[in-house]
C-alpha cells in the first residue's frame, strides 16, 4: 500500500530503505491479515470507488478532494459507506467528492496558528510525528518540500492517510505506520520537525525529545505543542489517574519547565509563540467521531475545570532550534 521505494531517491533516506520496508510490511500485513480491526478497516478501504479527482486543494481550511460531479450517485453512496467505517476522523475538515468530513479536531485553527510562524520549507524534508490522517502532510505540502514523512502507528488513523492520499496523489508524502521508536535513527535528516498533540502522551518526555533531536538536521526546527499548565512555576502537572477522561495523560508542564526540557536535549532559540485554550470551536462531538469529546470531559458546573478537578486544557505553541551535538 505504500510507495516506500520513492524514498529510493532521497539520500538520506535510501540507506535506511530496506529496514524500512521490513518494518512497514510487518505492521501492514498485521493490519490487513491478523488483526481484526486492520481487516474491518481494511475493507473499508475497498470500498473506495476507483475514480480520479478533477480537482484538489490542499490550500484551504477544508481540504478538498474532488467534486460531487466526478462521481455518479452509486459511487457516492459507496464512498460515503467508506468514510463512515474509516471512523472515528479525529483531525480534519475534509470535502471528499463533495462529502464533507467533519472531523472531531478543526485541525484548520491550529494549522493556521502554525503557519504563521512557519518559515519557508522549500525544499526541506519534514517529519510529522503522530501523523493522524495526514491533514499537516497534506496542509505542508503546498509549501514545496523535498519530502513529508509521516509515522502514525494506529489503524484507523494510518488507513484514513491511505483512503485520502490514494486520491490525493501528491508526490514525496508518505506516512509509515510505525512508532517514534520503531523508525530508525536517521540521524541530522529533517529539517522541519512537527510534535503536535504527543508529548504529553509520552512516560518519558525527555527520551522522546532526545530522540527527536537525533534526528533534526543541526540547525532544523521543531515545532512542539503539547498541553501545558498555566504559570511561570518550574513544574509539570502528573495527573494521579486520569486527565479529561485519558489514562494516557503523564506530564504537563508550564512553558518554563518544558524550556528547560528542551534546553537539555540539545535545543536553543527556544520561543512560546501561542497558548491557547482549547475550546467547542476547535474539539467537539461530530457525526464522524461516535465518541464523546471536549464538553463531556470538563466539569459541567465549571468548564474551566476537567471533570477530575485539573485545570482544562490549555495548549502551547513552543518553536526550538536543533543545536549541533
Known amino acids: 500500500m505504500n510507495r516506500l521505494a520513492e524514498l529510493s531517491a532521497d539520500p538520506a533516506m535510501a540507506p535506511h530503505l530496506p529496514e524500512l520496508i521490513r518494518a512497514v510490511s510487518a505492521r501492514e500485513e498485521n493490519f490487513f491479515q491478523t488483526n481484526k480491526k486492520g481487516m474491518a478497516l481494511a475493507r473499508a478501504l475497498e470500498k473506495l470507488p476507483t475514480v480520479r479527482p478533477s480537482s484538489n486543494d490542499v490550500d484551504q481550511d477544508r481540504i478538498r478532494i474532488g467534486t460531487r460531479d466526478d462521481l455518479d450517485d452509486s459511487q457516492s453512496s459507496r464512498l460515503h459507506e467508506a468514510l463512515t467505517g474509516l471512523k472515528p476522523w479525529r483531525k480534519g475538515p475534509f470535502d471528499v467528492f463533495g462529502i464533507p468530513v467533519d472531523s472531531e479536531w478543526n485541525s484548520a485553527i491550529k494549522w493556521n496558528r502554525l503557519a504563521a510562524h512557519l ?5 526541506k524534508r519534514v517529519l510529522d510525528i503522530g501523523a493522524s490522517c495526514g491533514y499537516y502532510m497534506f496542509r505542508m505540502a503546498s509549501h514545496q518540500p523535498a519530502l513529508v514523512l509521516g509515522i502514525e502507528p494506529y489503524a484507523t ?9 490514494g486520491y490525493l496523489s501528491i508526490p514525496r508524502v508518505h506516512c509509515l505506520p510505525l512508532r517514534l521508536e520503531e523508525l530508525p535513527v536517521i540521524r541530522r535528516c ?3 520537525i512537527l510534535c503536535m498533540g504527543i508529548l504529553y502522551h ?3 518526555p525527555l527520551d522522546t525529545l532526545l530522540q527527536i533531536h537525533q534526528l533534526m538536521a543541526p540547525g532544523g526546527q521543531l515545532v512542539l505543542e503539547t ?4 504559570g511561570d512555576g518550574e513544574m509539570a502537572l502528573f495527573p494521579k489517574k486520569r486527565y479529561a477522561r485519558m489514562n494516557n495523560i503523564f506530564f504537563i508542564p508550564s512553558v518554563t519547565c518544558l524550556s528547560h526540557w528542551l534546553a537539555r536535549c540539545g535545543f536553543a532559540d527556544i520561543r512560546c509563540v501561542d497558548i491557547s485554550r482549547t475550546t467547542p470551536d476547535e474539539q467537539r462531538k461530530t457525526d464522524w467521531i461516535d465518541t464523546q469529546s471536549l464538553t463531556d470531559f ?3 458546573r465549571d468548564p474551566a475545570k476537567t471533570v477530575e478537578g485539573y485545570p482544562a486544557p490549555v495548549r502551547a505553541m513552543v518553536l526550538a532550534t536543533a543545536s549541533p551535538k
Do not use: H
Open 190 to 192: 529533517f529539517d522541519t
Open 298 to 300: 470538563l466539569d459541567p
Open 202 to 204: 509520552r512516560r518519558s
Open 227 to 230: 498541553l501545558i499548565i498555566e
Open 119 to 123: 518559515p519557508s520549507q522549500s525544499g
Open 157 to 165: 488513523f494510518y488507513f484514513q492517510f491511505l483512503a485520502l492520499s
